[in-house]
């Protein structure tokens, strides 16, 4: 393995920060939320006593501040796996890597991150507006294969490829699963169950507009083979915390069932429900 980086590959900004994120090493608390929406960055830091850190590049906003005595960071990634690679790496960066160096650090750091977001079921049993912990992931957008060493199979995952019907798509996938030892904070989320990772918001989710989509039963297939719900970050944050050292956890309060053609008459209020649910059990 390179110890030192040349420039090209951990890309800097003018004050030393990690070039997306904006940030330096002491921005960051060692439990950090992550959310897609900008938006909601301050609408959970507005649960903080302090705020000590407000920055933003792109659509990345980071809010770092303490509730009841413990410092936490909550960052928004924006949409998608690939926003997720970015996001990873260059958390891992601020931690692991000396960046006035270029080095990596001797002692391996690990963070504790944890998804919120929104998410849609594919299971007719699931009710809206309640709270869903991933424990396996099924990614379908292929990130984790320019990885060279990640590898993942459990009994989820074995299960799902035997049953797979769709060839075309099957090279795309890969798996991974929560860390367990941080899964306690969530005990008493009413659903824990497996979600798919999606590259897209219309035909990977079964919506048509102009475009057809592959098949008019690709939900009801997956919802066959285990799934239970979908979104478009997770597969991404559990294969590389899997891979870089760190433990991460998502959970998605429920906002809409696509087999019942459900919806949240609020999904405001269902938002702030889950930022207050999270909260009240991440720090204590």
């Given at each position: ?9 951990l890309v800097l ?8 994120l ?6 960051l608390?060692?439990?950090?939320l992550l959310?897609g ?5 301050p609408?959970?830091?507005?649960f903080?006593d302090?705020i000590?850190i407000?920055?933003n ?9 303490t ?6 960071t909550?960052m928004s990634?924006?949409i998608?796996?690939e926003n ?6 260059e958390l891992?960066?601020?931690?692991n890597i000396?960046?006035?160096a270029?080095?990596f650090k001797?002692?391996?750091?690990s963070l504790?991150?944890f998804?919120m977001?929104?998410?849609?079921s ?6 809206v507006?309640n ?11 292929g990130l984790?294969h ?9 009994e989820?995952?074995?299960n799902?490829l035997?049953?797979?019907?769709y060839?075309?798509?099957k090279?795309?996938?890969?798996f991974?699963d ?5 899964a306690d904070y969530?005990a008493d ?5 497996n979600t798919?990772?999606?590259p897209?918001?219309y035909?990977?989710q079964?919506r048509?507009?102009?475009l057809?989509a592959?098949?008019d039963?690709f939900l009801?297939?997956?919802?066959d083979?285990?799934?239970?719900n979908?979104?478009m970050?997770t597969?991404?944050?559990?294969g590389?915390s ?5 433990k991460a956890i998502t959970?998605?309060?429920v906002?809409a069932?696509r087999?019942?053609g459900e919806?949240?008459?609020?999904h ?5 429900m889950m930022i ?5 059990r991440i720090?204590k």
């Open positions: 393995m390179i110890n030192k980086l040349a420039a090209s590959e900004n003018d004050d030393g920060s990690v070039y997306h904006n940030l330096l090493p002491e921005d608390a060692d439990k950090v959310v929406d900008p938006d909601r960055v609408k959970v830091s507005k903080f302090t000590e407000k920055k590049k792109r659509e990345f906003y980071t809010h770092t501040g509730l009841r005595g413990e410092r936490i909550v990634t924006g998608g796996t997720i690679d970015i996001v990873m790496n891992d960066a601020l931690v000396d960046l006035k270029k080095e001797k002692e391996h750091k504790e991150l998804r977001g929104t998410c849609g594919v299971n007719p049993d699931i009710e507006n709270m869903l912990v991933t424990q396996n992931v099924v990614g379908l957008d984790m320019f990885y060279q060493d990640y590898q993942f199979e459990n989820f995952s074995k799902f035997e049953k797979f019907p060839e075309r798509i090279p795309m996938l890969y991974s929560w860390a367990e030892d941080i969530y989320a009413k659903y824990r169950g798919a990772t999606f897209g918001f035909a990977p079964g048509q507009l102009r057809k592959l098949d039963q009801e297939t997956l919802n083979l285990g799934v239970s979908f979104e970050e597969s991404a944050i559990y590389l899997k891979l870089l050292g760190h959970v998605n309060c906002i069932n087999r019942r919806f949240a008459s609020d405001h209020a269902s938002e702030k207050e649910w999270v909260l009240d720090i």
